[in-house]
Protein backbone atom coordinates (compact mmCIF):
# COMPACT_ATOMS: atom_id res chain seq x y z
CA UNK A 1 0.00 0.00 0.00
CA UNK A 2 3.04 2.34 0.49
CA UNK A 3 4.64 1.95 -2.60
CA UNK A 4 1.11 2.39 -4.43
CA UNK A 5 0.83 5.71 -2.42
CA UNK A 6 4.18 6.47 -3.55
CA UNK A 7 3.64 5.74 -6.86
CA UNK A 8 0.53 8.43 -6.86
CA UNK A 9 2.45 10.91 -5.55
CA UNK A 10 5.51 10.33 -7.82
CA UNK A 11 2.71 10.14 -10.74
CA UNK A 12 1.03 13.23 -9.75
CA UNK A 13 4.25 15.35 -9.09
CA UNK A 14 5.60 14.75 -12.56
CA UNK A 15 2.70 15.56 -14.12
CA UNK A 16 2.57 18.98 -12.53
CA UNK A 17 5.64 19.86 -12.95
CA UNK A 18 5.23 18.95 -16.77
CA UNK A 19 2.40 21.04 -16.92
CA UNK A 20 4.15 24.15 -15.02
CA UNK A 21 7.38 23.53 -17.31
CA UNK A 22 5.40 23.92 -20.52
CA UNK A 23 3.25 26.49 -19.38
CA UNK A 24 6.12 28.98 -17.40
CA UNK A 25 9.08 27.76 -19.83
CA UNK A 26 7.53 29.64 -22.92
CA UNK A 27 7.14 33.13 -24.14
CA UNK A 28 3.87 32.38 -25.95
CA UNK A 29 0.95 34.34 -24.80
CA UNK A 30 -2.05 32.24 -24.33
CA UNK A 31 -5.50 32.77 -26.12
CA UNK A 32 -8.64 32.91 -23.74
CA UNK A 33 -7.31 33.28 -20.18
CA UNK A 34 -5.36 29.56 -19.81
CA UNK A 35 -2.67 30.35 -18.45
CA UNK A 36 -3.48 29.29 -15.30
CA UNK A 37 -4.30 25.29 -14.63
CA UNK A 38 -7.88 25.84 -13.49
CA UNK A 39 -8.78 28.34 -16.15
CA UNK A 40 -6.83 26.01 -18.51
CA UNK A 41 -9.71 23.22 -18.64
CA UNK A 42 -12.65 25.34 -18.63
CA UNK A 43 -10.80 26.95 -21.60
CA UNK A 44 -10.36 23.42 -23.02
CA UNK A 45 -13.87 23.26 -22.67
CA UNK A 46 -14.52 26.05 -25.26
CA UNK A 47 -12.54 24.88 -27.40
CA UNK A 48 -13.83 21.21 -27.73
CA UNK A 49 -17.65 22.35 -27.29
CA UNK A 50 -17.42 25.38 -29.84
CA UNK A 51 -13.43 25.13 -31.65
CA UNK A 52 -15.40 27.08 -34.80
CA UNK A 53 -16.12 29.82 -32.44
CA UNK A 54 -12.65 29.84 -30.33
CA UNK A 55 -10.84 29.53 -33.81
CA UNK A 56 -12.92 32.58 -34.87
CA UNK A 57 -11.68 35.09 -31.77
CA UNK A 58 -7.98 34.12 -32.51
CA UNK A 59 -8.03 35.09 -35.94
CA UNK A 60 -10.54 38.47 -34.99
CA UNK A 61 -7.67 40.00 -32.18
CA UNK A 62 -4.60 37.90 -33.63
CA UNK A 63 -4.47 37.10 -37.06
CA UNK A 64 -0.41 37.46 -37.57
CA UNK A 65 0.20 36.40 -34.12
CA UNK A 66 1.30 33.40 -32.56
CA UNK A 67 -0.56 31.76 -29.79
CA UNK A 68 -1.21 28.98 -27.52
CA UNK A 69 -4.37 26.56 -27.07
CA UNK A 70 -5.23 24.16 -24.43
CA UNK A 71 -6.21 20.97 -25.66
CA UNK A 72 -6.33 17.59 -24.00
CA UNK A 73 -3.19 15.83 -23.33
CA UNK A 74 -1.29 18.77 -25.32
CA UNK A 75 -1.24 22.53 -26.22
CA UNK A 76 -1.87 23.38 -29.46
CA UNK A 77 -0.22 26.47 -31.09
CA UNK A 78 -1.62 28.46 -33.38
CA UNK A 79 1.30 28.02 -36.70
CA UNK A 80 6.18 17.25 -39.65
CA UNK A 81 2.19 17.07 -41.06
CA UNK A 82 2.80 12.93 -40.89
CA UNK A 83 3.89 13.54 -36.94
CA UNK A 84 0.92 15.64 -36.32
CA UNK A 85 -1.50 12.76 -37.82
CA UNK A 86 0.60 10.14 -35.70
CA UNK A 87 -0.09 12.66 -32.95
CA UNK A 88 -4.14 12.60 -33.47
CA UNK A 89 -4.76 8.88 -34.05
CA UNK A 90 -1.43 7.84 -31.85
CA UNK A 91 -0.99 5.30 -34.83
CA UNK A 92 2.01 3.26 -32.46
CA UNK A 93 -0.67 2.09 -30.22
CA UNK A 94 -3.81 2.03 -32.31
CA UNK A 95 -2.30 0.93 -35.36
CA UNK A 96 1.40 -0.90 -35.15
CA UNK A 97 3.57 -1.64 -32.88
CA UNK A 98 6.72 0.49 -33.94
CA UNK A 99 6.35 4.11 -35.61
CA UNK A 100 7.80 2.54 -38.76
CA UNK A 101 4.62 4.04 -40.86
CA UNK A 102 5.41 7.59 -39.97
CA UNK A 103 9.38 7.33 -39.62
CA UNK A 104 9.08 5.95 -42.94
CA UNK A 105 5.37 6.90 -45.10
CA UNK A 106 6.35 5.42 -48.04
CA UNK A 107 2.26 5.03 -48.47
CA UNK A 108 1.97 8.25 -48.76
CA UNK A 109 4.25 8.16 -52.18
CA UNK A 110 3.04 4.81 -53.23
CA UNK A 111 -0.40 6.99 -53.05
CA UNK A 112 0.61 9.54 -55.13
CA UNK A 113 2.44 6.97 -57.80
CA UNK A 114 -0.97 4.99 -57.71
CA UNK A 115 -3.80 7.48 -57.46
CA UNK A 116 -2.36 10.64 -58.57
CA UNK A 117 0.11 9.97 -61.81
CA UNK A 118 -1.65 7.34 -63.32
CA UNK A 119 -5.19 8.22 -63.10
CA UNK A 120 -6.46 7.44 -66.30
CA UNK A 121 -5.58 4.12 -66.10
CA UNK A 122 -7.21 2.90 -62.83
CA UNK A 123 -10.25 5.54 -64.77
CA UNK A 124 -12.23 2.27 -66.45
CA UNK A 125 -12.21 0.39 -62.66
CA UNK A 126 -13.03 3.50 -60.63
CA UNK A 127 -16.09 4.35 -63.32
CA UNK A 128 -17.36 0.89 -63.02
CA UNK A 129 -17.39 0.75 -59.44
CA UNK A 130 -19.15 4.28 -59.24
CA UNK A 131 -22.18 2.78 -61.50
CA UNK A 132 -22.17 -0.34 -60.00
CA UNK A 133 -22.07 1.20 -56.26
CA UNK A 134 -24.49 3.82 -57.27
CA UNK A 135 -27.48 0.96 -58.50
CA UNK A 136 -26.72 -0.97 -55.86
CA UNK A 137 -27.21 1.61 -52.94
CA UNK A 138 -30.85 2.79 -55.08
CA UNK A 139 -31.51 -0.89 -55.99
CA UNK A 140 -34.66 -0.78 -53.32
CA UNK A 141 -35.94 2.19 -55.71
CA UNK A 142 -38.83 1.51 -58.04
CA UNK A 143 -42.15 3.17 -59.52
CA UNK A 144 -43.19 5.77 -56.57
CA UNK A 145 -41.52 3.77 -53.94
CA UNK A 146 -39.60 5.80 -51.10
CA UNK A 147 -37.09 4.88 -48.35
CA UNK A 148 -35.18 6.89 -46.05
CA UNK A 149 -31.44 6.79 -46.25
CA UNK A 150 -28.51 8.60 -43.76
CA UNK A 151 -26.62 10.88 -46.22
CA UNK A 152 -23.76 9.97 -44.63
CA UNK A 153 -24.43 6.15 -44.81
CA UNK A 154 -24.82 6.57 -48.26
CA UNK A 155 -21.50 8.53 -48.47
CA UNK A 156 -19.91 6.10 -46.67
CA UNK A 157 -20.99 3.35 -48.74
CA UNK A 158 -20.21 4.97 -52.20
CA UNK A 159 -16.65 6.69 -50.69
CA UNK A 160 -15.91 3.17 -49.82
CA UNK A 161 -16.80 0.83 -52.76
CA UNK A 162 -14.93 2.78 -54.73
CA UNK A 163 -12.05 3.73 -52.44
CA UNK A 164 -11.59 -0.18 -52.32
CA UNK A 165 -11.98 -1.15 -56.18
CA UNK A 166 -8.62 1.06 -56.26
CA UNK A 167 -6.64 0.18 -53.34
CA UNK A 168 -7.52 -3.84 -53.54
CA UNK A 169 -9.50 -4.27 -56.52
CA UNK A 170 -12.21 -6.89 -57.04
CA UNK A 171 -13.66 -8.96 -55.39
CA UNK A 172 -12.79 -7.47 -52.06
CA UNK A 173 -14.21 -4.29 -52.92
CA UNK A 174 -17.40 -5.92 -52.92
CA UNK A 175 -17.07 -7.98 -49.97
CA UNK A 176 -20.02 -6.38 -47.26
CA UNK A 177 -18.08 -6.93 -44.32
CA UNK A 178 -14.47 -5.35 -45.89
CA UNK A 179 -17.03 -2.42 -46.94
CA UNK A 180 -18.26 -2.29 -43.36
CA UNK A 181 -14.77 -2.68 -41.73
CA UNK A 182 -13.30 0.33 -44.12
CA UNK A 183 -16.26 2.41 -43.12
CA UNK A 184 -15.95 1.93 -39.44
CA UNK A 185 -12.60 2.39 -39.33
CA UNK A 186 -11.66 6.36 -39.12
CA UNK A 187 -13.63 6.77 -36.26
CA UNK A 188 -12.83 3.80 -34.80
CA UNK A 189 -8.99 5.03 -34.73
CA UNK A 190 -9.57 8.57 -33.66
CA UNK A 191 -12.17 7.76 -30.80
CA UNK A 192 -9.31 5.63 -29.71
CA UNK A 193 -6.55 7.81 -30.28
CA UNK A 194 -8.51 10.19 -28.18
CA UNK A 195 -8.30 7.75 -25.53
CA UNK A 196 -4.38 7.12 -25.47
CA UNK A 197 -3.93 10.84 -25.93
CA UNK A 198 -5.37 11.15 -22.08
CA UNK A 199 -2.92 8.79 -20.53
CA UNK A 200 0.65 10.00 -19.93
CA UNK A 201 3.05 9.53 -21.90
CA UNK A 202 5.39 7.60 -19.39
CA UNK A 203 2.17 5.30 -18.92
CA UNK A 204 1.20 4.92 -22.65
CA UNK A 205 3.55 1.22 -22.84
CA UNK A 206 1.70 -0.14 -20.01
CA UNK A 207 -1.77 0.85 -20.53
CA UNK A 208 -2.24 2.27 -23.91
CA UNK A 209 -2.85 -1.50 -25.15
CA UNK A 210 -6.24 -1.83 -23.37
CA UNK A 211 -8.08 0.71 -24.78
CA UNK A 212 -6.27 0.98 -28.36
CA UNK A 213 -7.70 -2.15 -30.22
CA UNK A 214 -4.60 -2.03 -32.00
CA UNK A 215 -4.55 -6.46 -32.33
CA UNK A 216 -8.43 -6.32 -33.02
CA UNK A 217 -7.99 -3.59 -36.07
CA UNK A 218 -4.91 -5.21 -37.58
CA UNK A 219 -5.54 -9.19 -36.85
CA UNK A 220 -9.52 -8.02 -38.94
CA UNK A 221 -7.18 -6.75 -41.65
CA UNK A 222 -5.17 -9.09 -42.46
CA UNK A 223 -7.84 -11.41 -41.93
CA UNK A 224 -9.37 -9.84 -44.90
CA UNK A 225 -6.84 -8.82 -46.73
CA UNK A 226 -4.26 -11.82 -46.78
CA UNK A 227 -5.09 -13.66 -49.40
CA UNK A 228 -5.07 -10.84 -51.96
CA UNK A 229 -1.98 -9.44 -50.27
CA UNK A 230 -0.40 -12.70 -50.93
CA UNK A 231 -1.11 -13.11 -54.18
CA UNK A 232 -0.20 -9.39 -55.03
CA UNK A 233 3.29 -10.25 -53.66
CA UNK A 234 4.29 -13.38 -55.64
CA UNK A 235 3.16 -11.84 -58.95
CA UNK A 236 5.37 -9.22 -57.69
CA UNK A 237 8.26 -11.24 -57.36
CA UNK A 238 7.62 -13.20 -60.14
CA UNK A 239 7.73 -9.78 -62.45
CA UNK A 240 10.70 -8.81 -60.44
CA UNK A 241 12.90 -11.87 -61.25
CA UNK A 242 11.37 -11.73 -64.62
CA UNK A 243 12.33 -8.06 -65.24
CA UNK A 244 8.73 -7.55 -66.47
CA UNK A 245 6.94 -4.97 -64.30
CA UNK A 246 3.41 -5.63 -62.81
CA UNK A 247 0.54 -3.41 -64.80
CA UNK A 248 -1.91 -3.41 -61.86
CA UNK A 249 -3.75 -0.14 -61.15
CA UNK A 250 -4.09 -0.63 -57.39
CA UNK A 251 -2.16 0.81 -54.25
CA UNK A 252 -0.89 -2.33 -53.37
CA UNK A 253 1.63 -2.99 -56.48
CA UNK A 254 2.75 0.90 -55.56
CA UNK A 255 3.48 -0.70 -52.00
CA UNK A 256 5.35 -3.61 -53.13
CA UNK A 257 7.47 -1.39 -55.20
CA UNK A 258 7.95 1.40 -52.46
CA UNK A 259 8.56 -1.21 -49.81
CA UNK A 260 12.59 -2.61 -49.05
CA UNK A 261 12.38 -6.40 -49.28
CA UNK A 262 12.42 -7.42 -46.13
CA UNK A 263 9.06 -5.31 -45.22
CA UNK A 264 7.59 -6.66 -47.65
CA UNK A 265 4.94 -8.96 -44.90
CA UNK A 266 1.16 -8.83 -44.98
CA UNK A 267 0.93 -7.34 -41.86
CA UNK A 268 3.21 -3.72 -43.34
CA UNK A 269 1.03 -4.00 -46.13
CA UNK A 270 -2.42 -4.31 -44.18
CA UNK A 271 -1.29 -1.44 -41.44
CA UNK A 272 -0.17 1.15 -44.34
CA UNK A 273 -3.30 -0.22 -46.62
CA UNK A 274 -5.36 0.45 -43.19
CA UNK A 275 -3.75 3.94 -42.85
CA UNK A 276 -3.81 4.83 -46.64
CA UNK A 277 -7.89 4.13 -46.06
CA UNK A 278 -8.34 5.99 -42.89
CA UNK A 279 -7.56 9.86 -42.91
CA UNK A 280 -6.97 10.86 -46.60
CA UNK A 281 -9.48 8.72 -48.71
CA UNK A 282 -11.96 7.79 -46.49
CA UNK A 283 -12.46 10.46 -43.76
CA UNK A 284 -12.59 13.87 -45.68
CA UNK A 285 -13.64 12.41 -48.75
CA UNK A 286 -16.99 10.84 -46.99
CA UNK A 287 -17.57 14.48 -45.46
CA UNK A 288 -16.89 16.19 -49.48
CA UNK A 289 -19.48 14.02 -50.81
CA UNK A 290 -22.35 14.30 -48.10
CA UNK A 291 -21.34 18.00 -48.18
CA UNK A 292 -22.14 18.53 -51.91
CA UNK A 293 -25.10 16.31 -51.70
CA UNK A 294 -26.24 18.97 -48.90
CA UNK A 295 -25.67 21.98 -51.24
CA UNK A 296 -26.99 20.13 -54.65
CA UNK A 297 -30.24 20.43 -52.72
CA UNK A 298 -29.91 23.71 -50.65
CA UNK A 299 -28.64 25.43 -54.41
CA UNK A 300 -30.31 23.66 -57.08
CA UNK A 301 -30.59 26.19 -59.55
CA UNK A 302 -26.89 25.22 -59.92
CA UNK A 303 -28.09 21.24 -60.95
CA UNK A 304 -29.25 21.93 -64.91
CA UNK A 305 -26.25 23.30 -65.83
CA UNK A 306 -24.03 20.33 -64.05
CA UNK A 307 -26.52 17.34 -64.92
CA UNK A 308 -25.89 18.92 -69.10
CA UNK A 309 -21.98 18.68 -68.66
CA UNK A 310 -22.69 15.10 -67.11
CA UNK A 311 -24.81 14.00 -69.92
CA UNK A 312 -22.64 15.38 -72.64
CA UNK A 313 -19.78 13.39 -70.67
CA UNK A 314 -21.04 10.44 -69.45
CA UNK A 315 -23.10 9.41 -72.26
CA UNK A 316 -25.05 6.60 -70.38
CA UNK A 317 -28.53 4.94 -71.40
CA UNK A 318 -29.95 3.00 -68.90
CA UNK A 319 -27.23 2.75 -65.94
CA UNK A 320 -24.61 1.22 -68.34
CA UNK A 321 -21.88 3.31 -69.90
CA UNK A 322 -20.90 3.19 -73.45
CA UNK A 323 -16.88 4.29 -71.53
CA UNK A 324 -15.12 5.35 -68.85
CA UNK A 325 -14.48 9.26 -69.67
CA UNK A 326 -10.66 10.23 -69.19
CA UNK A 327 -9.43 12.64 -66.39
CA UNK A 328 -8.80 15.43 -69.18
CA UNK A 329 -12.83 15.13 -70.29
CA UNK A 330 -13.60 15.48 -66.42
CA UNK A 331 -11.62 18.29 -66.16
CA UNK A 332 -13.75 19.75 -68.87
CA UNK A 333 -16.87 20.18 -66.74
CA UNK A 334 -16.27 23.44 -65.13
CA UNK A 335 -19.83 24.11 -63.50
CA UNK A 336 -18.93 20.91 -61.61
CA UNK A 337 -15.32 21.90 -61.13
CA UNK A 338 -16.34 25.35 -59.49
CA UNK A 339 -19.20 23.74 -57.50
CA UNK A 340 -16.82 20.88 -55.54
CA UNK A 341 -14.46 23.85 -54.82
CA UNK A 342 -16.78 26.13 -53.79
CA UNK A 343 -18.58 23.39 -51.75
CA UNK A 344 -15.05 22.53 -50.20
CA UNK A 345 -14.39 25.95 -48.95
CA UNK A 346 -17.23 26.33 -47.53
CA UNK A 347 -17.53 22.53 -45.56
CA UNK A 348 -14.19 21.35 -46.13
CA UNK A 349 -12.16 23.43 -44.19
CA UNK A 350 -12.04 22.38 -40.17
CA UNK A 351 -11.70 25.14 -37.26
CA UNK A 352 -8.21 24.20 -37.43
CA UNK A 353 -5.85 23.54 -40.59
CA UNK A 354 -2.59 23.28 -41.63
CA UNK A 355 -1.82 20.84 -38.68
CA UNK A 356 1.87 20.56 -38.41
CA UNK A 357 4.25 18.92 -35.39
CA UNK A 358 7.16 20.13 -34.70
CA UNK A 359 9.95 17.51 -35.09
CA UNK A 360 13.34 19.59 -34.81
CA UNK A 361 14.97 18.26 -31.64
CA UNK A 362 15.57 22.64 -31.05
CA UNK A 363 12.08 23.77 -32.21
CA UNK A 364 10.88 25.63 -35.10
CA UNK A 365 11.96 30.02 -34.84
CA UNK A 366 9.36 32.21 -36.73
CA UNK A 367 10.63 35.09 -39.07
CA UNK A 368 9.59 37.03 -36.18
CA UNK A 369 11.72 35.22 -33.51
CA UNK A 370 8.65 33.14 -31.93
CA UNK A 371 9.97 30.02 -30.55
CA UNK A 372 7.75 26.99 -31.12
CA UNK A 373 9.18 24.25 -28.91
CA UNK A 374 9.96 20.29 -29.86
CA UNK A 375 7.12 18.01 -29.95
CA UNK A 376 4.26 20.78 -30.16
CA UNK A 377 1.53 21.09 -32.55
CA UNK A 378 0.55 24.12 -34.56
CA UNK A 379 -2.08 25.08 -37.02
CA UNK A 380 -3.93 28.51 -38.50
CA UNK A 381 -7.24 28.94 -38.26
CA UNK A 382 -9.23 27.35 -40.98
CA UNK A 383 -12.95 28.31 -41.69
CA UNK A 384 -12.13 31.51 -40.03
CA UNK A 385 -9.80 32.30 -43.01
CA UNK A 386 -11.93 30.85 -45.81
CA UNK A 387 -15.39 33.38 -44.74
CA UNK A 388 -12.95 36.45 -44.13
CA UNK A 389 -14.60 38.67 -46.44
CA UNK A 390 -10.89 40.30 -46.72
CA UNK A 391 -10.38 36.62 -48.50
CA UNK A 392 -13.07 36.08 -50.62
CA UNK A 393 -16.12 39.04 -51.56
CA UNK A 394 -19.54 37.95 -49.67
CA UNK A 395 -17.07 35.01 -48.25
CA UNK A 396 -20.09 33.45 -46.15
CA UNK A 397 -22.37 33.34 -49.82
CA UNK A 398 -22.31 29.86 -51.60
CA UNK A 399 -20.92 31.43 -54.95
CA UNK A 400 -19.47 28.57 -57.41
CA UNK A 401 -18.96 31.25 -59.98
CA UNK A 402 -16.27 33.35 -57.91
CA UNK A 403 -13.74 30.92 -58.79
CA UNK A 404 -11.42 31.79 -61.52
CA UNK A 405 -11.17 29.34 -64.80
CA UNK A 406 -7.75 28.38 -63.68
CA UNK A 407 -9.03 27.64 -59.93
CA UNK A 408 -9.07 23.72 -59.59
CA UNK A 409 -10.90 22.27 -57.58
CA UNK A 410 -7.58 19.73 -55.98
CA UNK A 411 -5.95 23.13 -55.79
CA UNK A 412 -4.78 24.86 -52.87
CA UNK A 413 -3.58 28.46 -51.31
CA UNK A 414 -3.47 30.14 -48.52
CA UNK A 415 -6.79 30.65 -48.67
CA UNK A 416 -7.95 27.57 -49.60
CA UNK A 417 -7.00 25.16 -47.55
CA UNK A 418 -9.02 21.90 -48.20
CA UNK A 419 -5.92 20.06 -48.85
CA UNK A 420 -3.74 21.81 -47.11
CA UNK A 421 -1.20 23.78 -48.69
CA UNK A 422 2.41 23.54 -50.13
CA UNK A 423 5.16 20.82 -50.06
CA UNK A 424 2.98 18.42 -48.17
CA UNK A 425 -0.07 18.98 -49.08
CA UNK A 426 -2.64 16.08 -49.29
CA UNK A 427 -1.04 13.85 -52.39
CA UNK A 428 -4.22 11.90 -52.92
CA UNK A 429 -6.42 15.26 -53.53
CA UNK A 430 -6.05 14.27 -57.57
CA UNK A 431 -7.81 11.46 -57.24
CA UNK A 432 -10.19 12.41 -54.56
CA UNK A 433 -11.38 14.98 -56.86
CA UNK A 434 -11.60 12.80 -59.83
CA UNK A 435 -13.85 9.97 -57.72
CA UNK A 436 -16.17 12.96 -56.39
CA UNK A 437 -16.98 14.37 -59.86
CA UNK A 438 -17.73 10.59 -61.05
CA UNK A 439 -20.04 10.19 -57.95
CA UNK A 440 -21.64 13.25 -58.35
CA UNK A 441 -21.85 13.36 -62.15
CA UNK A 442 -23.82 10.38 -62.60
CA UNK A 443 -25.94 10.79 -58.99
CA UNK A 444 -26.94 14.01 -60.42
CA UNK A 445 -27.63 12.70 -63.93
CA UNK A 446 -29.35 9.95 -62.77
CA UNK A 447 -31.45 11.66 -59.62
CA UNK A 448 -33.73 14.42 -59.07
CA UNK A 449 -32.27 15.75 -55.95
CA UNK A 450 -34.43 17.99 -54.11
CA UNK A 451 -34.16 19.85 -50.48
CA UNK A 452 -36.84 18.72 -47.93
CA UNK A 453 -35.21 20.88 -44.91
CA UNK A 454 -37.85 20.94 -41.89
CA UNK A 455 -39.23 17.37 -41.84
CA UNK A 456 -36.60 16.80 -38.88
CA UNK A 457 -35.28 20.47 -38.12
CA UNK A 458 -38.12 22.63 -36.90
CA UNK A 459 -36.24 25.78 -38.32
CA UNK A 460 -36.42 24.12 -41.77
CA UNK A 461 -33.05 24.85 -42.33
CA UNK A 462 -30.27 22.43 -43.17
CA UNK A 463 -28.81 20.20 -40.40
CA UNK A 464 -25.90 22.24 -38.99
CA UNK A 465 -22.13 20.50 -39.26
CA UNK A 466 -20.93 19.22 -35.73
CA UNK A 467 -17.44 19.43 -34.30
CA UNK A 468 -15.15 17.08 -32.82
CA UNK A 469 -12.34 18.90 -31.28
CA UNK A 470 -11.02 20.85 -34.33
CA UNK A 471 -12.39 18.27 -36.91
CA UNK A 472 -15.50 19.33 -38.97
CA UNK A 473 -18.48 16.78 -39.85
CA UNK A 474 -21.75 17.33 -41.83
CA UNK A 475 -24.60 16.77 -39.56
CA UNK A 476 -25.23 12.92 -39.44
CA UNK A 477 -29.21 13.56 -38.74
CA UNK A 478 -29.43 14.59 -42.53
CA UNK A 479 -31.47 11.66 -44.14
CA UNK A 480 -32.18 11.21 -47.99
CA UNK A 481 -35.67 10.28 -48.90
CA UNK A 482 -34.75 8.26 -52.28
CA UNK A 483 -37.91 7.29 -54.65
CA UNK A 484 -38.60 6.43 -58.11
CA UNK A 485 -39.68 9.57 -60.58
CA UNK A 486 -42.58 8.28 -62.97
CA UNK A 487 -41.53 6.48 -66.13
CA UNK A 488 -38.86 8.11 -67.83
CA UNK A 489 -37.94 10.34 -65.41
CA UNK A 490 -34.79 11.02 -63.33
CA UNK A 491 -35.43 9.03 -59.64
CA UNK A 492 -35.33 11.11 -56.87
CA UNK A 493 -33.41 12.00 -53.46
CA UNK A 494 -35.08 14.16 -51.42
CA UNK A 495 -32.46 15.51 -48.21
CA UNK A 496 -34.16 16.24 -45.31
Same mark, same amino acid.
Given at each position: MANLTLILLYTGAVTILSYLKGIWSTVIPAHGGADWPFAYYFVALRVILRPQHFFASIYASTADAVVRIPAPGAWDNVLSFNSAVDQMFQSRWTLHGSRSVFEHPIHLAAMSKALGRNLDRCMPDLYDEVVHACEEAFSAMGEDKWRSVDATTL?????????????????FCRDPQYTAHTIGLPSRLFVRGSLVRMIPEFLRPYLARFVSGQQRELGAAIAFLRPILEQHAEQHRQSQESGN???????????LDALPADERTVEELAVRIMLTNTLPATFNTNNALTALLYDLADYPEYIPAIRAEAHRLLRTRAGAAVSAPTKAELDSMPHLERFIRESQRLNGTSAGALFRRVVAPNGFVFSDGVHIPHGAVICVPGMASVTDNANYADASTFNPYRS???ARAASTSLTHLTFGHG???? @? %??FFTVVQLKLLLAYIVLHFDI? @? %????????????????LRFLRFPSMAGKCWCGGGRSGLPRRIVLV
Open positions: SHFLVARTNNRVFVGLPPTVDRDLITSLTAGRQAC @P %GRR @P %GWGDGDEDGKRPKDVF
